[in-house]
């Protein structure tokens, strides 16, 4: 079904909030933030930055000391933020402290 059935619309998309939202939840995962990257255990895991009326996300492939491989992704509503957070939570489950 569309929007326009309900009756209403989405509220609409505030990047600053959705960002203080995301190191929240980034903090809950056990992540530190350091200069706009979070990072478990000196290792950098993702990165937030707004970006006009978006939030710029970009979270590593594997971990890694060196020079970590980043997949970003533009995040334009608070369902792309939960989808955003989840996945790195299945991701940080995933890596063991020998993937860094």
């Known amino acids: 079904?569309?929007?326009?059935?309900?009756?209403?619309?989405?509220?609409?998309?505030?990047p600053d909030e959705?960002?203080?939202?995301a190191r929240r939840d980034l903090r809950e995962?056990?992540?530190?933030?350091?200069?706009g990257r979070f990072e478990r255990a000196g290792v950098a895991i993702a990165m937030?930055?707004?970006?006009g009326d978006v939030?710029?996300?970009?979270?590593?492939?594997?971990?890694?000391?060196?020079?970590?491989?980043?997949?970003?992704?533009?995040?334009?509503d608070a369902a792309a933020l939960r989808d955003f957070v989840a996945d790195l939570k299945k991701k940080l489950?995933?890596?063991?402290?020998?993937d860094e």
């Not at 079904?1 to 505030?14: C, H, I, Q, R, Y």
């Not at 959705?18 to 939202?21: K, V, Y």
């Open 29 to 35: 995962l056990g992540l530190t933030e350091r200069a």
């Open 55 to 76: 939030l710029k996300a970009a979270v590593v492939r594997r971990p890694s000391r060196n020079s970590p491989e980043w997949t970003e992704k533009t995040l334009r």
């Open 1 to 14: 079904m569309s929007e326009e059935s309900w009756g209403f619309a989405a509220p609409p998309f505030k």
């Open 93 to 98: 489950a995933g890596w063991s402290d020998r």
């Open 18 to 21: 959705a960002l203080q939202r």
């Open 48 to 51: 937030l930055a707004v970006e």
